[in-house]
Protein backbone atom coordinates (compact mmCIF):
# COMPACT_ATOMS: atom_id res chain seq x y z
CA UNK A 1 0.00 0.00 0.00
CA UNK A 2 1.39 3.91 -0.42
CA UNK A 3 -0.31 6.89 0.52
CA UNK A 4 -0.90 10.35 -0.49
CA UNK A 5 2.58 12.31 -0.40
CA UNK A 6 4.70 8.86 -0.88
CA UNK A 7 7.17 8.84 -3.72
CA UNK A 8 6.75 6.43 -6.55
CA UNK A 9 9.82 5.40 -8.72
CA UNK A 10 9.45 2.91 -11.61
CA UNK A 11 12.42 0.42 -11.76
CA UNK A 12 11.37 -1.67 -15.02
CA UNK A 13 11.36 -1.21 -18.61
CA UNK A 14 11.27 2.27 -20.68
CA UNK A 15 10.15 4.07 -17.44
CA UNK A 16 12.65 3.70 -15.52
CA UNK A 17 13.51 6.34 -13.64
CA UNK A 18 10.14 7.68 -14.02
CA UNK A 19 9.71 9.85 -10.56
CA UNK A 20 6.13 11.23 -8.90
CA UNK A 21 3.99 11.87 -6.00
CA UNK A 22 1.31 9.68 -5.12
CA UNK A 23 -2.00 11.72 -5.34
CA UNK A 24 -4.05 9.27 -3.66
CA UNK A 25 -4.01 5.65 -1.46
CA UNK A 26 -3.84 2.30 -3.51
CA UNK A 27 -1.73 -0.09 -4.21
CA UNK A 28 1.69 -1.20 -6.34
CA UNK A 29 3.07 -4.28 -7.88
CA UNK A 30 6.80 -4.78 -8.23
CA UNK A 31 7.32 -2.52 -11.17
CA UNK A 32 7.24 0.35 -8.85
CA UNK A 33 9.07 1.23 -5.96
CA UNK A 34 7.45 3.36 -3.05
CA UNK A 35 10.12 5.52 -1.03
CA UNK A 36 8.50 6.93 2.84
CA UNK A 37 10.73 9.67 3.69
CA UNK A 38 11.36 9.57 7.96
CA UNK A 39 10.69 12.66 9.16
CA UNK A 40 13.43 15.71 8.46
CA UNK A 41 13.45 14.49 4.76
CA UNK A 42 11.02 16.03 1.97
CA UNK A 43 9.03 13.88 -0.56
CA UNK A 44 9.07 16.91 -3.13
CA UNK A 45 13.22 17.23 -2.24
CA UNK A 46 14.39 14.21 -2.55
CA UNK A 47 11.48 13.39 -5.64
CA UNK A 48 12.95 16.41 -7.55
CA UNK A 49 16.54 15.26 -6.77
CA UNK A 50 15.64 11.69 -8.16
CA UNK A 51 14.08 13.07 -11.66
CA UNK A 52 17.32 15.22 -11.92
CA UNK A 53 19.71 12.54 -11.50
CA UNK A 54 17.87 9.78 -13.95
CA UNK A 55 19.81 10.45 -16.80
CA UNK A 56 23.10 9.44 -14.85
CA UNK A 57 21.21 6.53 -12.70
CA UNK A 58 20.09 5.25 -16.24
CA UNK A 59 23.29 5.52 -17.73
CA UNK A 60 24.88 4.15 -14.97
CA UNK A 61 22.78 0.93 -14.12
CA UNK A 62 20.94 0.45 -17.04
CA UNK A 63 24.18 -0.02 -20.21
CA UNK A 64 21.90 0.30 -23.65
CA UNK A 65 18.64 0.66 -21.92
CA UNK A 66 18.92 -3.68 -20.69
CA UNK A 67 17.63 -4.54 -17.39
CA UNK A 68 15.60 -2.83 -14.71
CA UNK A 69 16.16 -0.51 -11.33
CA UNK A 70 16.15 -2.25 -8.21
CA UNK A 71 15.04 -1.50 -4.63
CA UNK A 72 18.40 -1.81 -3.75
CA UNK A 73 20.17 0.09 -5.99
CA UNK A 74 18.29 2.76 -5.24
CA UNK A 75 18.64 2.48 -1.10
CA UNK A 76 22.29 3.09 -2.16
CA UNK A 77 22.12 5.93 -3.69
CA UNK A 78 23.99 8.63 -1.71
CA UNK A 79 22.35 12.09 -2.02
CA UNK A 80 23.30 15.58 -0.13
CA UNK A 81 20.53 17.43 1.60
CA UNK A 82 20.35 20.55 3.44
CA UNK A 83 18.27 21.15 6.93
CA UNK A 84 14.52 20.53 6.23
CA UNK A 85 13.62 24.13 6.12
CA UNK A 86 15.64 24.27 2.65
CA UNK A 87 15.07 20.80 1.93
CA UNK A 88 10.89 21.92 1.67
CA UNK A 89 11.51 25.00 0.30
CA UNK A 90 13.43 23.93 -2.68
CA UNK A 91 10.90 21.31 -3.05
CA UNK A 92 8.09 23.95 -3.32
CA UNK A 93 9.82 25.67 -5.61
CA UNK A 94 10.41 23.02 -7.92
CA UNK A 95 6.67 22.04 -7.49
CA UNK A 96 5.44 25.50 -8.74
CA UNK A 97 7.68 25.42 -11.27
CA UNK A 98 5.81 21.87 -12.19
CA UNK A 99 2.80 23.49 -11.73
CA UNK A 100 3.61 26.11 -14.15
CA UNK A 101 5.15 23.36 -16.82
CA UNK A 102 1.72 21.18 -16.85
CA UNK A 103 -0.59 24.78 -16.93
CA UNK A 104 1.35 25.57 -20.13
CA UNK A 105 1.46 21.50 -21.40
CA UNK A 106 -2.75 21.98 -21.12
CA UNK A 107 -2.65 25.63 -22.67
CA UNK A 108 -0.83 23.66 -25.63
CA UNK A 109 -2.75 20.74 -25.89
CA UNK A 110 -6.17 22.40 -25.67
CA UNK A 111 -4.98 24.72 -28.72
CA UNK A 112 -3.92 21.56 -31.11
CA UNK A 113 -7.29 19.94 -30.14
CA UNK A 114 -9.06 23.35 -31.06
CA UNK A 115 -7.14 23.48 -34.42
CA UNK A 116 -7.99 20.22 -35.17
CA UNK A 117 -11.69 20.95 -34.42
CA UNK A 118 -11.89 23.94 -36.68
CA UNK A 119 -10.05 22.13 -39.59
CA UNK A 120 -12.73 19.53 -39.38
CA UNK A 121 -15.75 22.32 -39.63
CA UNK A 122 -14.02 25.06 -41.13
CA UNK A 123 -13.85 23.00 -44.77
CA UNK A 124 -16.54 21.11 -46.23
CA UNK A 125 -17.35 17.43 -45.60
CA UNK A 126 -17.06 14.84 -48.03
CA UNK A 127 -20.18 15.43 -50.39
CA UNK A 128 -21.16 19.25 -49.02
CA UNK A 129 -19.90 22.14 -50.78
CA UNK A 130 -20.12 24.66 -47.90
CA UNK A 131 -18.25 23.89 -44.26
CA UNK A 132 -20.33 23.98 -40.99
CA UNK A 133 -18.25 26.65 -39.53
CA UNK A 134 -18.18 29.83 -41.86
CA UNK A 135 -16.89 33.30 -41.40
CA UNK A 136 -20.76 35.12 -41.62
CA UNK A 137 -19.39 37.65 -44.41
CA UNK A 138 -18.85 34.28 -47.33
CA UNK A 139 -22.23 33.08 -48.38
CA UNK A 140 -21.26 31.44 -51.90
CA UNK A 141 -20.62 27.75 -52.10
CA UNK A 142 -16.93 26.11 -52.70
CA UNK A 143 -16.12 24.36 -55.95
CA UNK A 144 -14.56 21.12 -56.27
CA UNK A 145 -11.39 21.15 -58.56
CA UNK A 146 -8.43 18.56 -59.14
CA UNK A 147 -5.08 19.02 -58.01
CA UNK A 148 -4.24 18.33 -61.97
CA UNK A 149 -6.18 21.31 -62.77
CA UNK A 150 -3.76 23.83 -60.14
CA UNK A 151 -0.86 22.36 -60.50
CA UNK A 152 1.62 21.10 -63.20
CA UNK A 153 3.73 18.35 -61.58
CA UNK A 154 6.98 16.96 -62.17
CA UNK A 155 9.87 14.83 -60.01
CA UNK A 156 13.33 16.69 -58.93
CA UNK A 157 16.72 16.54 -59.47
CA UNK A 158 19.13 13.50 -58.85
CA UNK A 159 22.89 14.57 -59.53
CA UNK A 160 26.53 12.83 -58.66
CA UNK A 161 27.37 13.00 -54.69
CA UNK A 162 30.15 15.78 -56.15
CA UNK A 163 26.82 18.25 -56.56
CA UNK A 164 25.80 18.37 -53.44
CA UNK A 165 26.62 20.81 -50.38
CA UNK A 166 27.13 23.71 -52.31
CA UNK A 167 25.18 26.32 -54.48
CA UNK A 168 21.61 26.63 -54.59
CA UNK A 169 19.13 25.27 -51.72
CA UNK A 170 17.91 22.18 -52.12
CA UNK A 171 14.85 21.24 -50.81
CA UNK A 172 14.42 17.52 -49.24
CA UNK A 173 11.71 15.17 -47.47
CA UNK A 174 12.67 16.34 -44.09
CA UNK A 175 12.24 20.49 -45.19
CA UNK A 176 8.55 18.94 -46.27
CA UNK A 177 8.17 17.19 -42.86
CA UNK A 178 10.10 19.77 -40.27
CA UNK A 179 8.62 22.93 -40.97
CA UNK A 180 5.37 24.71 -41.06
CA UNK A 181 6.23 26.41 -44.44
CA UNK A 182 8.95 26.18 -46.57
CA UNK A 183 11.15 29.55 -47.21
CA UNK A 184 14.64 29.39 -48.39
CA UNK A 185 16.59 30.40 -45.23
CA UNK A 186 15.11 27.36 -43.59
CA UNK A 187 16.25 24.16 -46.11
CA UNK A 188 19.18 22.65 -45.00
CA UNK A 189 20.68 21.25 -48.13
CA UNK A 190 22.07 22.47 -51.22
CA UNK A 191 22.95 21.42 -54.75
CA UNK A 192 25.18 23.10 -57.65
CA UNK A 193 22.18 24.02 -59.71
CA UNK A 194 22.25 27.07 -61.90
CA UNK A 195 18.65 28.72 -61.07
CA UNK A 196 19.31 30.66 -64.40
CA UNK A 197 19.97 28.29 -66.90
CA UNK A 198 16.44 27.43 -68.08
CA UNK A 199 16.74 23.85 -68.60
CA UNK A 200 16.70 23.82 -64.99
CA UNK A 201 13.45 25.48 -64.31
CA UNK A 202 11.60 22.04 -64.39
CA UNK A 203 13.83 21.36 -61.14
CA UNK A 204 13.03 24.84 -59.37
CA UNK A 205 10.36 25.65 -56.80
CA UNK A 206 8.85 29.64 -56.56
CA UNK A 207 6.51 31.34 -54.51
CA UNK A 208 3.09 29.32 -54.37
CA UNK A 209 4.46 26.01 -55.49
CA UNK A 210 3.49 22.64 -53.07
CA UNK A 211 6.32 20.15 -52.65
CA UNK A 212 5.08 16.33 -51.76
CA UNK A 213 7.03 13.73 -50.02
CA UNK A 214 7.10 11.08 -53.18
CA UNK A 215 8.16 8.18 -50.77
CA UNK A 216 7.75 7.30 -47.25
CA UNK A 217 7.85 4.33 -44.69
CA UNK A 218 4.12 4.21 -44.00
CA UNK A 219 1.16 5.54 -45.35
CA UNK A 220 0.20 7.72 -42.86
CA UNK A 221 3.17 10.09 -44.05
CA UNK A 222 2.63 9.27 -47.37
CA UNK A 223 2.45 12.44 -50.23
CA UNK A 224 2.94 14.69 -47.00
CA UNK A 225 2.97 18.11 -48.44
CA UNK A 226 4.58 21.66 -47.73
CA UNK A 227 4.28 25.47 -49.70
CA UNK A 228 7.25 27.50 -50.75
CA UNK A 229 6.29 30.93 -49.60
CA UNK A 230 10.00 32.58 -50.16
CA UNK A 231 8.79 35.77 -52.89
CA UNK A 232 12.73 36.38 -53.58
CA UNK A 233 14.66 33.35 -54.42
CA UNK A 234 14.04 30.46 -56.14
CA UNK A 235 14.89 26.68 -54.58
CA UNK A 236 15.71 23.55 -56.04
CA UNK A 237 13.93 20.03 -55.38
CA UNK A 238 15.29 16.09 -54.97
CA UNK A 239 14.48 13.54 -56.33
CA UNK A 240 12.19 12.06 -53.34
CA UNK A 241 10.27 14.89 -53.85
CA UNK A 242 7.17 15.98 -56.16
CA UNK A 243 6.86 19.65 -57.08
CA UNK A 244 3.47 21.07 -58.02
CA UNK A 245 4.14 24.16 -60.15
CA UNK A 246 1.40 26.81 -59.66
CA UNK A 247 -0.34 27.56 -62.84
CA UNK A 248 -3.96 28.72 -61.18
CA UNK A 249 -5.31 30.97 -58.71
CA UNK A 250 -5.23 30.17 -55.39
CA UNK A 251 -3.92 31.27 -51.72
CA UNK A 252 -0.99 29.28 -50.95
CA UNK A 253 -1.61 29.92 -46.95
CA UNK A 254 -5.11 28.34 -47.71
CA UNK A 255 -3.82 25.78 -49.97
CA UNK A 256 -1.21 24.30 -46.96
CA UNK A 257 -4.51 23.96 -44.59
CA UNK A 258 -6.25 22.35 -47.55
CA UNK A 259 -3.86 19.48 -48.44
CA UNK A 260 -3.52 18.50 -44.29
CA UNK A 261 -7.09 18.20 -43.95
CA UNK A 262 -8.49 14.84 -43.75
CA UNK A 263 -10.19 15.18 -46.65
CA UNK A 264 -7.32 15.19 -48.54
CA UNK A 265 -5.51 13.39 -46.61
CA UNK A 266 -7.73 10.17 -46.91
CA UNK A 267 -7.73 10.60 -50.78
CA UNK A 268 -3.82 10.36 -50.97
CA UNK A 269 -3.43 7.54 -48.55
CA UNK A 270 -6.11 5.48 -50.33
CA UNK A 271 -3.60 5.89 -53.74
CA UNK A 272 -0.20 4.94 -51.94
CA UNK A 273 0.47 2.29 -52.71
CA UNK A 274 4.05 -0.29 -51.71
CA UNK A 275 5.12 -2.63 -49.76
CA UNK A 276 8.77 -1.80 -47.39
CA UNK A 277 8.20 1.88 -48.91
CA UNK A 278 4.82 3.81 -49.93
CA UNK A 279 4.91 5.99 -52.97
CA UNK A 280 2.89 8.11 -54.25
CA UNK A 281 3.50 9.20 -58.10
CA UNK A 282 2.44 12.19 -60.08
CA UNK A 283 -0.89 10.72 -61.72
CA UNK A 284 -2.37 9.87 -58.93
CA UNK A 285 -1.70 13.50 -57.38
CA UNK A 286 -3.08 15.14 -60.46
CA UNK A 287 -6.65 13.39 -59.48
CA UNK A 288 -6.43 14.25 -55.83
CA UNK A 289 -9.77 16.72 -55.29
CA UNK A 290 -9.76 19.51 -53.02
CA UNK A 291 -12.42 22.51 -52.43
CA UNK A 292 -11.84 25.92 -52.92
CA UNK A 293 -13.65 29.15 -51.86
CA UNK A 294 -13.53 32.80 -53.62
CA UNK A 295 -9.80 33.77 -52.81
CA UNK A 296 -11.30 36.51 -50.40
CA UNK A 297 -12.56 33.31 -48.21
CA UNK A 298 -9.01 31.06 -48.73
CA UNK A 299 -7.31 34.23 -47.42
CA UNK A 300 -9.51 34.84 -44.32
CA UNK A 301 -9.61 30.92 -43.33
CA UNK A 302 -5.53 30.86 -44.01
CA UNK A 303 -4.88 34.20 -41.83
CA UNK A 304 -7.06 32.21 -38.96
CA UNK A 305 -5.43 28.93 -38.88
CA UNK A 306 -1.95 30.47 -39.53
CA UNK A 307 -2.35 32.99 -36.34
CA UNK A 308 -3.57 29.80 -34.37
CA UNK A 309 -0.39 27.98 -35.51
CA UNK A 310 1.71 30.94 -34.43
CA UNK A 311 -0.03 30.75 -31.39
CA UNK A 312 0.94 27.18 -31.15
CA UNK A 313 4.06 27.99 -31.22
CA UNK A 314 4.35 30.80 -29.12
CA UNK A 315 2.96 27.79 -26.04
CA UNK A 316 5.79 25.15 -27.24
CA UNK A 317 8.77 27.88 -26.89
CA UNK A 318 7.69 28.92 -23.85
CA UNK A 319 7.11 25.16 -22.59
CA UNK A 320 10.52 24.16 -24.10
CA UNK A 321 11.89 27.44 -22.15
CA UNK A 322 10.68 26.64 -18.80
CA UNK A 323 11.62 22.94 -19.14
CA UNK A 324 15.18 23.89 -20.16
CA UNK A 325 15.03 26.38 -17.04
CA UNK A 326 13.97 23.36 -15.15
CA UNK A 327 17.13 21.07 -15.92
CA UNK A 328 19.51 23.93 -15.59
CA UNK A 329 18.01 24.28 -12.04
CA UNK A 330 18.19 20.65 -11.14
CA UNK A 331 21.57 21.30 -11.76
CA UNK A 332 22.60 24.43 -10.03
CA UNK A 333 20.41 24.05 -6.95
CA UNK A 334 21.24 20.11 -6.05
CA UNK A 335 25.01 19.22 -4.72
Given at each position: MVYTGDILYALYGATSGEVG???????????????????????????????????KIVDKYLQGGQGNLSGALVKNLLVKFPIYK???????FFGNLDNLITLH??????????????????????????????????????EQRKLGELLDFSNGFNGGQELYGRGIRFISVMDILNN???TYDVILG???????????????????????????????????????????????FGGFVIRGKKIA?????????????????NQIMSVAQGAQHINVGQEALRNILVNLPKADEQKSIGS????????????????????????????????
Open positions: IAQLQGAINQAILAIKPDDGYDSQFIMQWLRGQKQEQQQIGIQRKLKHLQEQKIGLLQKMFPKEGANVPEVRFPEFTDPWKFISVNLDPTNKSNERFLVRYGDIVFQRSSENVEDAGKSNVYMDKEKPAAVYEPIFMKYVLDGQFVRFFLEIDNLITLHQRKLEHLQEQKKALLQQMFI
